[in-house]
């Protein structure tokens, strides 16, 4: 039976019932799991509601308060998340100053794929697109523990329940996190948040008819990207007389690799992390089985089992936060430092653009042919070039500035996290050892 009252015969079903809610509260998360909450009943779905959400790791610029967003609502179906995003605005350029729509991850990769391909952000470090919703892993669990339900003890059932709902919500709290952080990146930016496109995005109210890319678009961006690491293989000797752009490009390769390799390690503390929690469920499980073995010891084993199992919690939230406040963090920056080098690679693209013109130029003028045209086509590329390099210096040094408060800000976070996990974990240890000894 789940709490509402209604007969449950399967894991599916038990998805289908329990809607998880999640309130902030400080820097952290409670959740209350209710059935149905404030949605319909959707068969063959598993659906969590996110409520009053507050991003758990900012990254943005820092606003000036005359564009607000957030994401407000999440609901996440069986094959889609769709984000309900709230908007607050100052700007003459938006036809009104409060807004609601419910956008999908589909309609954010339109928007960063409008912002990437028009030429006059050339200049400009464009957020990094947030990764596409995986509940594959979710999918997989749920349908090994339904094969396996008839299997299963009520304690069992009970433990692994609790165990798939936590791990869907800290993956749907990762999803919705990044997806907010992207478009409070684009409103942060003096510039891109006065994109059409942006303003479509948050200003129509119905659906924008956006698709997932065919396999035609698919390999038509595989032989893009190819083309563009050929290109940037043969730009990678190009002669740079600016020492500025030198030193970026140089701190970015290495700054890249060394990212690279802080989010695998960070990636392997989580898993530690979250083995011990896996391993203080099993010590749970084996107690609870001995206080049923042997009535000599049952309420010492049933009560070890309770401390246990409340250990697992906190080790788990412990697990979720170093994932949310670090590796996400490192994963974030592999991307955003993707986004500043490809930022280098159009400049350095019109670099080269205007080297050839010269180029032409001396052509045209040692046949006395076409100089005027060759001329008017320098000059193009040259304010092109110098146009692209003025708002690259600015944009790079925004990135360094950013890039060092945000990871100070979150170290400071993951800190104060911590300290407050160890006390709670060492108050639940002193807890158990006291009520053991009472028995």
Known sequence: MCEGGNELTTWQEIYHCWSVYVRPYGDGYTREVTPFGRIDYLLNNFTVLWREHASTVSLSDENDGRLNVS?????????TVKFTIQTKTQLPSFSQHQMSVIRCHEEFIWLHDMLSENPEYAGYIIPPAPPKPDFEEARDKLTRVTAAENTMTEEEYKKL??????????LFKKTVAMHEIYLLRIAAHSKLRED????VFLEYAKDLKVRSKNKKEIIGGFFKSMTKNVDEALLSGQKDKDEFFIERRSFLEDY?????????????????TNGLSVDYMQMAGCLALLSTQDPSLQRFMAQGAITFESLQKLQKRTSTDEDLKLTDLFKYYQRETNAAKSLLYRR????????????????????FKDIPTAEAYLEDCKIRFESISDM???????????RLETYRRHLVDMSELQIRHSQSIISELTKGLELLKEL
């Open 392 to 402: 690259a210096r600015t944009e790079l040094d925004t990135f360094t500035n950013r």
């Open 348 to 367: 350095g693209r019109a670099l080269a653009d205007k080297e050839i013109a010269e180029g032409k130029l001396e052509q045209a003028q040692k046949k």
């Open 196 to 199: 059409s496109n942006f303003r």
């Open 161 to 170: 329940r609790k165990e798939l709902e936590s791990d869907y919500l800290a």
């Open 71 to 79: 994401i407000s609502d999440a609901v996440s179906e069986l094959e």
């Open 256 to 272: 890249h690799n060394r990212i690279k390799e802080t989010t695998k390690k960070s990636e392997g503390l989580s898993a530690s």
